[in-house]
């Protein structure tokens, strides 16, 4: 028996952002894996949706339109994801792209502090690194620098380069003017979608976790993460219930760099199709007023 049958993975990224495979070849992948369906969840874009959809169709596998919106709160980056936004809706789309000139932006200025350390790195060289050009509606972040830095040997590898140069708090790290989680909440609900705090593990404060389901209102939690335990899916379920949320589940599949597969293999981390017609019977709500 396929035992992904009847299961979605919730949480990918493509090259339209920091993912290292195509659209097509997410959807590819979860075909291959057995999957029912597979979310997009682009970090602030929906560029790669078109594609990912278009492919689910040759192949007969279910793609939801997904989308990671960066956020700050509490002096920590909070991710919040959306799902079955529309992708068309014109207001949503202008949001995005603010936080990706933002993004662009702090990248400049973090490619100024690496070399202002003596490092030898440019921006073209980073847009060189994808090894093809840049869509428009795409984003690059800190992974493109990283696989500069591994490139030329400032750092072993893509957790290296992070550990020593582009992780909050390193010497070339600068962080972007980020909105607050209620505020992504709010756009993605404006644009008919189901909104979810992404892998609340990472952020090592449920307390603040908890103000910001307090604050946010999302409708879900991603409880199953690749970098959660069973000591944080017990956790996470417990405030679901608290709260009534949706519990979501994702691998956070970015594909494979230097020969490691960050954050999961897609497929590692699934639900049920079940609670993807949860998150779809909130979004038929909101798009149908």
Not at 104 to 125: C, F, P, S, V, Y
Not at 180 to 202: F, M, N, S, T
């Amino acid at each position: 028996m396929n035992q992904h049958q009847g299961r979605c993975d919730l949480h990918t990224h493509s090259q339209a952002s920091d993912g290292m495979q195509s659209p097509r070849d997410n959807v590819t992948l979860a075909k291959q894996k057995g999957l029912s369906a597979v979310a997009l969840t682009d970090h602030d874009t929906v560029a790669g949706v078109a594609e990912a959809r278009q492919a689910g169709q040759l192949l007969d596998i279910e793609v939801i339109a997904g989308v990671e919106i960066s956020t700050r709160a509490g002096g920590k980056e909070i991710h919040v994801l959306g799902y079955e936004v529309d992708v068309d809706d014109e207001r949503f789309l202008q949001r995005l792209r603010g936080l990706r000139e933002a993004r662009e932006e702090r990248n400049h200025r973090m490619i100024a502090k690496l070399q202002e350390l003596g490092l030898d790195i440019t921006w073209q060289e980073v847009l060189d690194e994808l090894g093809r050009p840049l869509e428009p509606d795409e984003s690059v972040g800190r992974p493109h620098m990283a696989d500069v830095l591994v490139k030329k040997g400032y750092a072993a590898d893509m957790r290296d380069a992070f550990d020593q140069y582009l992780a909050e708090g390193k010497p070339g790290f600068v962080s972007v003017p980020r909105v607050a989680p209620k505020d992504a909440c709010v756009w993605i609900r404006e644009a008919g979608g189901a909104a979810v705090i992404a892998h609340p593990g990472i952020y090592g404060n449920d307390e603040l976790v908890r103000q910001i389901i307090m604050d946010a209102k999302p409708d879900g939690i991603e409880v199953f993460h690749s970098d959660h335990g069973p000591e944080e899916e017990q956790r996470y379920l417990g405030l679901a219930r608290e709260f009534d949320l949706i519990v979501t589940g994702g691998s956070d599949y970015h594909g494979e760099r230097q020969g490691v597969v960050f954050h999961g293999d897609l497929g590692s981390k699934t639900v049920a199709m079940e609670v993807v017609e949860q998150l779809r019977a909130v979004s038929s709500t909101r798009k149908s007023k």
